[in-house]
């Protein structure tokens, strides 16, 4: 990565130090020999504005060749930036005020190459980057116009879109190194089921960019498809019927199941009182309230009666709409309280026959999440103490193994980052390689 880096910034010197020569060539060259170097310059800005098709050849999609694109654009500008006004600076000393006229084209020549550069730039990286996010788009329109400052939050966007190239590059680059071995081809095929209030949509992905890092290194993906919103005892006799449907399609007799949230729960329910336990090779549950959220019981115990049933009436009406066939808005939350999910956990027994495993996570701050996790992160850390946001840390464990998850920084893990739901790149913990390597060793312990 960093030689990668060392040879984006000696391009983008190259073309602030040419950039920088052109605009004072005027100064010193006739008008014939300097307008045949103004043409080879307008041919190499063809060709620069076509890089993603000429460099960037190792790496691994159009989108992230777009943003390598737009970062040498924006590096070249600040050199360009830099080195023209020290150039200018000379040529208002040496030509004014006999050659005012000179200075002029070159300021003009100079203007429109940086303003074709620094647009090119990044209209490129933020039609492509991903870890760009809202906010920092956003907060680059509004601080765009503030000198100097405008210059602080180019560098942070320059820094965020170029982590973001080499990190795929990397990532690119050992999934096709270890291709052949398909660490993620488990014996039985693995089944996601997704939590509270999400879908499994085919274009919106729950769990994020997870699935097609599994399936490149060779795993099999089915997903839950029951409903966002009903009580545990319907969502675990809908995943019961999905099992089932899974086991006749593979053609395998058992699957791994791996739950997020309230999906652990719905799975162990299934496995408890469906008659599926036979079907199940191992249950992995995900930031799962095992023993309930004491906060979900303080807002359901003093929210009025009247706003709880319109909520409710509300998100039915939209979750029937995106296919829900009955949702059922409170009796979801319902099965979140901790007096009912502690009796679940005594009630819902898995057979010995199934290996498993619990994992969660922990926020550092409220910060470190996105809305609505640093909203609630300060009230369930107030009922019920260290948590991802939502879940607190007593509440995850569960199984023979258990891995609790707390990255250095101040930064921290929230409910959502263990599915990628933002798909964001969070340093010290790569998510997806957290699932890789949970996976493969599901497939080491024959499973």
């Given amino acids: 990565m960093k030689k990668a880096k060392l040879s984006d910034n000696i391009i983008s010197i190259l073309i602030g130090i040419l950039t920088a020569a052109l ?28 890089m993603p098709l000429v460099f960037g050849l190792k790496i691994p999609s159009l989108r992230l060749k777009v943003c390598h694109h737009g970062v040498i654009c924006l590096k070249s500008f600040v050199w360009s930036l830099i080195l023209s006004a ?82 795929e590059k990397d990532k690119a680059e050992l999934n096709e190194k270890r291709k052949a071995e398909e660490i993620c ?45 009903a009580s545990v005892r319907d969502s675990g006799e809908e995943l019961a019927a999905r099992i089932r449907g899974v086991i006749a399609e593979s053609g395998c007799s058992k699957v791994n199941i791996i739950a997020h949230s309230k999906g652990g729960l719905d799975c162990r329910y ?99 999440g996105k809305f609505p996790l640093n909203f609630t992160y300060h009230m369930v850390k107030y009922f019920d103490g260290p948590n991802d946001g939502l879940v607190s840390e007593p509440s995850f464990k569960f199984g023979e193994d258990y891995t609790l998850l707390t990255p250095g920084g101040l930064r921290g893990i929230s409910h959502g980052d263990m599915i990628d739901l933002n798909r964001e790149n969070i340093k010290g913990f790569d998510v997806r390689e957290f699932y890789v390597g949970l996976i493969s060793s599901l497939r080491e312990k024959g499973l």
């Fill in 23 to 50: 605009a004072c060539a005027r100064g010193f060259m006739e008008g014939g020999a300097y307008l045949l170097l103004l043409w080879l310059f307008i041919i190499g800005g063809i060709a620069v504005n076509a």
């Fill in 86 to 167: 020290a150039a200018h600076i000379y040529l208002a000393v040496t030509l004014l005020p006999d050659s005012w006229a000179d200075l002029l084209w070159s300021v003009l020549v100079c203007c429109i190459t940086l303003f074709i550069m620094f647009w090119n730039g990044m209209i490129s990286v933020y039609a492509a980057s991903v870890q760009l996010g809202i906010r920092k788009r956003i907060v680059g329109v509004m601080l765009g116009l503030l000198p100097v400052v405008n210059l602080i939050m180019l560098r942070r966007i320059i820094s965020t879109v170029s982590e973001e190239i080499y990190f």
């Fill in 185 to 229: 081809r488990t014996k039985y095929p693995l089944l996601f089921v997704h939590g509270v209030f999400f879908r499994d949509f085919e274009h919106l992905n729950y769990w994020g960019r997870i699935p097609e890092e599994i399936i490149k290194n060779g795993g099999r993906i089915y997903y839950g498809n029951h409903q966002s919103a």
């Fill in 270 to 368: 299934a496995i408890a009182k469906c008659g599926v336990s036979h079907m199940v090779a191992s249950l992995t549950t995900i930031n799962t309230p095992h023993r309930g959220c004491l906060f979900a019981e303080y807002l359901l115990t003093k929210l009025p009666e009247k706003m709880q049933k319109t909520v409710a009436a509300g998100y039915n009406a939209a979750a029937a709409k995106l296919g829900d066939q009955k949702p059922d808005f409170l009796a979801a939350v319902s099965d979140l309280r901790a007096d009912i999910c502690k009796a679940y956990d005594n009630e819902l027994t898995v057979p010995d026959s199934i290996y498993k495993q619990s994992v969660g996570s922990l926020l550092k701050s409220a910060v470190g």
